[in-house]
């Protein structure tokens, strides 16, 4: 239960700094949707989730 909290909670974290992340980048290229993968994928790996997701949008 409490490895179930902690994962909720690093993805509202991961959540609020995507929100965080396409306000402050709103005039640029570097916005990422807000879904469930990407939310995910911040949530489990913070900063370098985020770097790869950036990659990612410019490799695709």
């Given at each position: 239960?409490?490895?179930?909290?902690?994962?909720?909670?690093?993805?509202?974290?991961?959540?609020?700094?995507?929100?965080l992340?396409?306000?402050?980048?709103?005039?640029?290229?570097y916005?990422?949707?807000?879904?469930?993968?990407?939310?995910?994928?911040?949530?489990?790996?913070?900063?370098?989730?985020?770097?790869?997701?950036?990659?990612m949008?410019?490799?695709?």
């Amino acid at each position: 239960m409490k490895t179930l909290i902690k994962f909720i909670v690093h993805i509202l974290f991961g959540a609020a700094f995507l929100f965080l992340l396409n306000r402050i980048c709103a005039g640029t290229e570097y916005t990422l949707p807000l879904n469930l993968y990407t939310v995910v994928c911040t949530g489990l790996f913070g900063v370098p989730g985020v770097i790869l997701l950036i990659s990612m949008k410019f490799i695709l």
